[in-house]
């Protein structure tokens, strides 16, 4: 079975820049998830996606993130402009239905640096 | 809102010593209890998880943690490490809501086990 794939892995921009990254989640998984996770901390779910709805963007800085997950398949994560705070790494994980004790499986994540 | 607190930052470890990381929640509901662990340069994975029954968990590679109601704890253990246990460890935890079951993460506990 294939896992969560994400794109790309390291990027590196400038304050100000946009940046975007993209999920393909577990086949059959109804449920997208991204995480911001900063150097030193655990993972923060930042959105939660159930097929192409928004479950949870509570703690999404609307003002300058975005998430899409047009077709209930794949997602991208969109942070225009950037800030130096956004540095971190952004995993994408997936579950088959976002029942509260499903399991997760997350991807290999994407390294942002803003410079 | 919930919050979970891993009282060790890194835990070093001689092999076959036994290990147990500490995790507390803050909730006063019903809750899920996960561990994820991430190896060097892999992805996050689960561990072992609790949502109900036997407070007594038992999870991959020889892994057990239990699930404490009245001391909101539910600490990791193994009664013998190995080298290849070398991985950063998190605990996380989730409550029922109104549609979204958002996963909070602890900072995360390293071990490293020393040959």
């Known amino acids: 079975e294939a896992g969560v794939a994400q794109s790309p892995r390291y990027k590196i921009i400038e304050k100000r820049q946009s940046v975007a990254f993209w999920c393909n989640p577990i086949?059959?998984?109804?449920?997208l998830y991204w995480y911001q996770q900063i150097l030193g901390q655990g993972p923060k779910l930042l959105i939660q996606f159930q097929n192409n709805g928004v479950v949870d963007d509570s703690q999404l800085p609307k003002d300058r993130f975005s998430a899409e997950r047009l077709k209930g398949v794949d997602s991208t994560l969109k942070i225009q402009p950037a800030k130096l705070e956004d540095s971190a790494v952004y995993l994408c994980?997936?579950?088959?239905?976002?029942?509260?004790?499903?399991?997760?499986?997350f991807g290999p994540g994407t390294r942002l640096t803003v410079l | 809102a919930q919050s979970v607190s891993q009282h060790n930052h890194h835990v070093i470890l001689s092999e076959a010593a036994s290990l147990e990381l500490g995790c507390n929640y803050s909730?006063?509901?019903?809750?899920?209890l996960f561990w994820y662990v991430q190896y060097p340069g892999q992805h996050l994975q689960l561990l072992l998880k609790y949502f109900s029954g036997d407070p007594l968990v038992k999870g991959i590679k020889g892994f057990e943690a239990e699930f404490i109601k009245s001391k909101f704890s539910f600490n990791l253990r193994k009664p013998s490490v190995q080298w290849s246990d070398t991985a950063e460890y998190f605990c996380?935890?989730?409550?029922?809501?109104?549609?979204?079951?958002?996963?909070?993460f602890g900072k995360g506990t390293k071990l490293s086990v020393i040959p």
């Open positions: 996380a935890v989730n409550a029922s809501g109104a549609g979204s079951y958002q996963l909070t």
């Open positions: 994980a997936s579950s088959q239905q976002g029942l509260a004790a499903d399991t997760q499986y």
């Open positions: 086949s059959g998984h109804a449920t």
């Open positions: 909730y006063g509901g019903t809750v899920n």
